[in-house]
């Protein structure tokens, strides 16, 4: 199967900047998509930048122009900068669209267990 691990989350005041990094380890060949989700209090988990092998990126409107995500094969990075207390949350790897090494693509997306960023005023 596919896991994926996250680190680099922790504590950070307001303006700052924390990198989140995700590894994905198993019986792959390729990951179409890799990203990054987040759940923050008393919302629902949301998309919040993916990135594809062809180099199409995605983020959420609050986040643009802050972070930047970036990728190799089996590697997800996410470069987070001025750092607001809204983006306190727990931050999960994703990966979809991966290819097994024995051929077929899995079924399932995939996810981490998540990382916490929590951001102080």
């Known amino acids: 199967q596919v896991q994926l691990v996250e680190s680099g989350g922790g504590l950070v005041q307001a303006g700052g900047t924390l990198e989140l990094s995700c590894l994905a380890s198993g019986s792959i060949f390729s990951i179409n998509t890799l990203g990054w989700y987040r759940q923050t209090p008393g919302k629902q988990r949301e998309l919040v930048a993916t990135r594809s092998t062809g180099g199409t990126s995605d983020y959420l409107d609050s986040v643009k122009g802050r972070f930047t995500i970036s990728r190799d094969k089996f590697t997800v990075n996410l470069q987070m900068t001025s750092l607001k207390p809204d983006d306190t949350g727990v931050y999960y790897c994703?990966?979809?669209?991966?290819?097994?090494?024995?051929?077929?693509?899995?079924?399932?997306?995939?996810w981490g267990k998540g990382s916490l960023v929590t951001v102080s005023v």
């Open positions: 994703h990966a979809r669209g991966v290819k097994s090494s024995a051929g077929p693509y899995y079924a399932a997306e995939f």
